[in-house]
Structures are given as C-alpha cells and as structure tokens.
C-alpha cells in the first residue's frame, strides 16, 4: 500500500522538485502540480506532487503520527 506524505519543496528545477520531510531529500515530479513553488508543502505520492497542503496541516499530521509512534499525547481536538 501506498500512502502519500506531506514535504517541503526546498527548490525547482522544470518539472522536477527537491523536496524534503524528516531529514530526507528526495525528488517529485511536479508534472501535476506547476503550481507549486519552492516553501510550498506538497503531498507526494508515488513520486508525484499531488496537492499543496498548509503547513498546520503538516504539523498536525507529524504530531499524530509521533503520538501513534509513542510519543505524548499534545494533539487535544483537531480544528
């Protein structure tokens, strides 16, 4: 199964975007999302930028996922 994550678009170069979550640097195309610009946040599936998504919703989700990991409990109610 795959899932698709939210990273960082840290630069462009034509379709192809450096982008990074977690400490890792990877490629995405971004054949489906010229829109996006380098600060953008994106939503990367199999490769691809698929949708630009607001930074608090990255914090949100990386807060999650760290409480399913084990981490304390700081995520109360989603607004």
């Known amino acids: 199964m795959c899932l698709a994550f939210p990273a960082k678009v840290l630069q462009i170069d034509g379709d ?3 982008v990074e979550h977690s400490g890792v640097k990877r490629s995405a195309s971004l054949m489906l999302l010229p829109e996006a610009h380098v600060g953008d946040y994106v939503l ?3 490769g691809f930028a698929m949708q630009v998504v607001d930074e608090r919703e ?3 989700r990386d807060a999650l996922v760290a409480e399913m990991n084990g981490a304390p409990r700081t995520v109360e109610r989603l607004v």
């Open 16 to 18: 192809l975007a450096t």
């Open 44 to 46: 990367i599936h199999a």
């Open 58 to 60: 990255v914090q949100l």
